[in-house]
């Protein structure tokens, strides 16, 4: 069965976080870093600040969405200075 995961990165240019889900957080980070994500390209490098595993797809994705809300912001904000 695929696991799904929830992480969180954050940009060395400017301290930007990025909320996302994937299969392999190992892959997606390089894809990150390679400037293969719109979103996130013009702010490289990232490096991974938070990883939490889910049961499946469905369940990464509330995950996900609870992390960029406010108080998801204000969680993974606690975890690094």
Not at 15 to 41: F, I, P, Q, W
Not at 44 to 50: E, M, R, S, T, V
Not at 72 to 80: A, P, Q, R, T
């Given at each position: ?42 702010f ?7 990883k ?13 969405i609870?992390?960029k ?13």
């Open positions: 069965m695929l696991m799904y995961f929830v992480y969180a990165i954050k940009s060395e240019k400017d301290g930007r976080v990025y909320v996302g889900m994937c299969a392999d957080t190992e892959v997606r980070l390089k894809e990150h870093n390679a400037g293969k994500t719109k979103s996130t390209k013009g490289k490098p990232w490096k991974l600040i938070y939490e595993e889910a049961e499946n797809r469905v369940e990464a994705r509330k995950r996900e609870y992390l809300s406010g108080i998801g912001k204000e969680f993974l904000k606690s975890l690094v200075p």
